[in-house]
C-alpha cells in the first residue's frame, strides 16, 4: 500500500518562499509510469493542479504558476518537494500530494493521496 505524507511549515510570509515535502512509503518514486503531484485546495474554491514529477524525472507545471513552481526530488529519501516562491495570501490553501499512475496520460486520475497541509500565508 502506497502512502504519501507532507510535510512543512503551516504559515508563511508574504514574498516567501513556500516549500513542501511529500514522503512516498510502499513505493518508488523512480518505478512504474507514474507523475507525483501537487495539488491544492484554497478556501472554498475547487482542487488546483500545480505541478508533477515523474519517475524518470521530467517535471511538468501549470501555466499559471510554472513561473513560480518548481518541484524536485531526492531518490535516496524517496521524497519530492514543491517549492512555490513569491507566495501572497492567495496562495492559502490545503496543499495535497498525490500519485498519478500515468496509465491514461497526465492528470486523468490520482490512486493515492496524501492527508493534505493547510498552509496560510500571512504576515
Known amino acids: 500500500q502506497v502512502q504519501l505524507q507532507e510535510s512543512g511549515p503551516g504559515l508563511v510570509k508574504p514574498s516567501q518562499t513556500l516549500s513542501l515535502t511529500c514522503t512516498v512509503s510502499?513505493?518508488?518514486?523512480?518505478?512504474?509510469?507514474?507523475?507525483w503531484s501537487w495539488i491544492r485546495q484554497p478556501p472554498g474554491k475547487g482542487l488546483e493542479w500545480m505541478g508533477a514529477?515523474?519517475?524518470?524525472?521530467?517535471?511538468y507545471y501549470s501555466p499559471s504558476l510554472e513561473s513560480r513552481t518548481s518541484i524536485f526530488r531526492d531518490t535516496s529519501k524517496n521524497h519530492f518537494t514543491l517549492q512555490l516562491s513569491s507566495v501572497t495570501p492567495e496562495d492559502t490553501a490545503v496543499y495535497y500530494c498525490?500519485?498519478?499512475?500515468?496509465?491514461?496520460?497526465?492528470?486523468?486520475?490520482?490512486?493515492?493521496w496524501g492527508q493534505g497541509t493547510q498552509v496560510t500565508v500571512s504576515s
Open positions: 510502499g513505493g518508488s518514486i523512480i518505478t512504474n509510469y507514474a507523475y
Open positions: 498525490a500519485r498519478d499512475p500515468g496509465d491514461y496520460g497526465l492528470g486523468s486520475r490520482y490512486d493515492y
Open positions: 514529477i515523474r519517475y524518470i524525472g521530467s517535471t
